[in-house]
C-alpha cells in the first residue's frame, strides 16, 4: 500500500498539469481578434449601412498603439464611395479640404471616374483662401477642370437655383476652427437652406473641431442677432465638429443630410492630438495658436481693443500693459499667461499658451474684454437701426450692457450661464462623438 500511494500521487499530478496546459491553450485562442474573426466568420467584414452609419464591430486596440484618425473624406472614397458613385457632384470646399496625406478633395473627385464633378464652390476668402477677410470674391471657370467656381462671398452667400442645377448631390468639406463668428459654417448653413429649397441633398465630410468637443463657452446668439457671423443660437464656442453643427442646424431646416462621420476621433481631442498637419485656412489663421487665438483676442470689434500678430496679442490705447497682464494672471484662466508688451502706443498682452487642452478660448476673450474697459474705459459700440458688429459677434446687446454697467468679468459669465447651460442640454441630441 505504501508503494502504490506515491504512484497514484504521481498520476494525478500528471493529470491536473495536462488540464492546465489545456485551459492556457483556451485562453489564447479567445484573443479579442480571434474572438471578432469567429463571430464573423472566416474572410467577412461588416458593411456600412445604407443609411451612413457604420455598424461594423469594433476591432480591438492594439495596446501601445493609438488608432489613427481618418477624416470623413477619406471615408467617403472608400466605404461610403456608394453615396456619390454615378453622380453628378457639387464641392464646397477650399484649400483646407485635403486628406491626411495633404490631397485635395477636389483633386481627387475630378480624378475618380465613377464620379462626375460638375461645380464648386468657395466660402470667404475664397476656393484658395487668399482673399482677405470681408474681400468680394467673383465666381470663375476653373482653369484645369472647366467647371464653375461659384462665390459664396460675393454677390450671394447663399447658393441659387441656377448654382444648384447641374449637380444631384452638394458636398462639404472645409476645416473650421470651433468658434461661432467663423464664417465657413455660415456657409454651411446656407447651402443647407439652399439644398432644402431646392430638392438636393446634402454630404457633410466631418472634420475635427480644432479646440476641441469638451469646451462650450461664452453668451448665446439670440434670435434678433441672427446675421452671417452668427447663424444659429450657438455660444461663442460650441464645441461642435462640422457635421455635429449641421445636424444642430438641420432642426430648423430639414435639408436631406447625411454626414460621414470621422473614424478614430473623440470629443477630448485638439487638433494636436490627431496627428495631421494644419493647413491655413484664412490669412490670419496660419497656425493653431491663432486658432487657440481667436477668441480669445479677437472680440473687440469697434472697441478699439483689438487682435494683432494673427490673434496672439491683444490689447488698446489707454491700456496699461503691466496692470491689464496683472488683472489676467491673478484671475488664474486655466492654461495661459499673459505676458505685458507695448505695440506702439497701445498696451496689452501676449497669449502664452501652456495647456492647450485646459485653455479655454471664449472665456478668456470676455475676461480680457472686461478687464481692458476697467482700465480705459472705452466707449461700448450700439446699434440702432443698423446692428453693430460687435452685437453681431456677441449674438447680443447684453454683453455691451454689462460692460457699461461696470460687471466684473465673473458676474458677466454668471449672467450668460443659464442660457449656456440650456444650450449645452440641447447640443446632446446633435453630437456623433
Not at 479579442?32 to 458593411?47: C, F, K, N, R
Not at 495633404?102 to 482673399?131: C, F, M, N, Q
Not at 460621414?260 to 490669412?283: A, F, H, N
Not at 449656456?420 to 442640454?425: H, R
Request: glycine share 12%; with cysteine.
Amino acid at each position: 500500500m505504501k508503494k502504490i500511494l506515491p504512484l497514484i500521487l504521481v498520476i494525478c499530478l500528471l493529470l491536473f498539469l495536462a488540464g492546465c496546459s489545456e485551459n492556457s491553450g483556451n485562453n489564447e485562442a479567445e484573443s479579442p481578434q480571434t474572438a471578432l474573426e469567429s463571430a464573423l466568420g472566416p474572410g467577412t467584414a461588416a458593411e456600412p449601412n445604407r443609411d451612413g452609419e457604420d455598424k461594423t464591430p469594433p476591432a480591438a486596440e492594439p495596446r501601445g498603439e493609438t488608432v489613427q484618425l481618418k477624416l470623413g473624406n477619406e471615408l467617403l472614397m472608400s466605404k461610403y464611395h456608394y453615396l456619390v458613385e454615378g453622380k453628378r457632384v457639387g464641392l464646397v470646399t477650399n484649400q483646407s479640404g485635403v486628406n491626411s496625406r495633404g490631397e485635395s478633395i477636389i483633386d481627387l473627385l475630378a480624378g475618380d471616374k465613377s464620379v462626375r464633378l460638375t461645380a464648386l464652390y468657395g466660402p470667404e476668402h475664397g476656393i484658395d483662401g487668399a482673399a482677405k477677410a470681408g474681400e468680394y470674391v467673383e465666381s470663375y471657370v476653373h482653369p484645369a477642370l472647366g467647371i464653375p467656381v461659384y462665390s459664396l462671398y460675393g454677390s450671394t452667400r447663399m447658393p441659387t437655383a441656377d448654382m444648384l442645377g447641374n449637380i444631384d448631390v452638394l458636398v462639404f468639406d472645409i476645416q473650421d476652427i470651433g468658434s461661432r463668428t467663423y464664417t465657413y459654417m455660415s456657409t454651411l448653413n446656407y447651402c443647407m437652406a439652399a439644398a432644402k429649397k431646392y430638392g438636393k441633398p446634402v454630404l457633410v465630410l466631418d472634420r475635427p473641431n480644432p479646440v476641441g468637443g469638451l469646451i462650450v463657452e461664452g453668451p448665446v446668439l439670440e434670435d434678433p442677432y441672427i446675421t452671417f457671423v452668427g447663424v444659429d443660437n450657438l455660444p461663442m464656442a460650441h464645441g461642435m465638429t462640422a457635421g455635429e453643427l449641421a445636424q444642430y442646424f438641420n432642426r430648423k431646416i430639414g435639408a436631406e443630410l447625411k454626414v460621414i462621420p470621422m473614424e478614430g476621433y473623440s470629443r477630448k481631442m485638439i487638433y494636436q492630438d490627431t496627428g495631421l498637419s494644419w493647413v491655413q485656412t484664412s490669412p490670419n489663421i496660419p497656425d493653431l495658436d491663432s486658432v487657440f487665438g481667436y477668441m480669445a483676442t479677437g472680440l473687440g470689434e469697434g472697441t478699439g481693443i483689438a487682435q494683432a500678430d494673427k490673434f496672439k496679442w491683444i490689447g488698446g490705447k489707454g491700456i496699461d500693459a503691466q496692470r491689464f497682464a496683472g488683472l489676467l494672471n491673478n484671475t488664474g484662466l486655466p492654461g495661459v499667461t499673459f505676458v505685458p508688451e507695448i505695440r506702439g502706443e497701445a498696451g496689452g498682452v501676449r497669449l502664452k499658451i501652456q495647456d492647450y487642452h485646459s485653455f479655454n478660448p471664449a472665456k478668456t476673450g470676455i475676461y480680457a474684454l472686461a478687464y481692458a474697459h476697467s482700465l480705459n474705459n472705452f466707449t461700448v459700440p450700439k446699434s440702432g437701426k443698423t446692428m453693430v458688429m460687435f452685437d453681431k459677434i456677441m449674438g447680443s446687446d447684453k454683453i455691451g450692457r454689462y460692460l457699461e454697467q461696470g460687471l466684473t468679468p465673473q458676474q458677466i459669465e454668471a449672467n450668460y450661464t443659464p442660457a449656456l447651460n440650456k444650450f449645452k442640454a440641447e447640443r446632446e441630441k446633435y453630437l456623433i462623438y
